[in-house]
């Protein structure tokens, strides 16, 4: 029998936090939320919290060095979805988009292309407000990837 994943959390500002939850609980697997000492969270049954200080890179850093092949990360964050690809493990955004090979480079050059607009002065706009709509993709999305985690890997 292979490993069950863990669906690990880039908490801190985590829009889907409750649907995380409630998938994982149908699918019997653990998630651990990781966040800062900034974000109060409530363990729950099946929901380990992991606090860490609030300096810049202390989740992303906790989060690299936990996870494990075929662990889910939900994240926001496209650095820390490029070294869980590393890893091994699966990178999905609050809004159901999976990370992979075919799209992390250019994400992460449209990253730099915007922060270099910002410091120069210009202006670029936030991501718009997450809506039912979005919730319900994400969902869809993680239980896809569940589903596809247990024909592929369960005997």
């Known amino acids: 029998m292979t490993t069950v994943p863990t669906i690990v959390v880039d908490a801190d500002a985590c829009p889907v936090k ?6 994982a609980r149908i699918w019997s ?3 651990l939320m990781v966040a800062s000492h900034d974000h109060r969270l409530e363990a729950e049954t099946g929901v380990q919290i992991m ?3 609030r300096s ?6 906790y989060i690299s060095n936990h996870i494990s092949k075929g662990d889910i990360v939900v994240t926001q964050d496209f650095g820390l979805a ?3 690809l590393s890893r091994g493990a ?3 955004s609050p809004r159901g988009q999976q990370y992979d090979d075919s799209n992390i480079d250019y994400l992460m050059e449209r990253r730099h ?3 270099k607009r910002r410091r120069g002065g210009g ?11 979005d919730r319900v993709c994400f969902q869809q999305k993680l239980t896809k990837v569940l589903r596809s985690w247990q024909e592929n890997d369960e005997p």
């Open 18 to 23: 409750r649907e995380i939850i409630d998938v």
């Open 29 to 31: 697997i653990p998630v």
């Open 51 to 53: 606090q860490v200080d």
């Open 56 to 61: 810049d890179q202390s989740v992303d850093l």
């Open 82 to 84: 490029t070294i869980v």
């Open 90 to 92: 699966i990178a999905l």
């Open 113 to 115: 292309e915007l922060a």
């Open 123 to 133: 202006k670029t706009k936030g991501p718009k407000a997450m809506t039912s709509e």
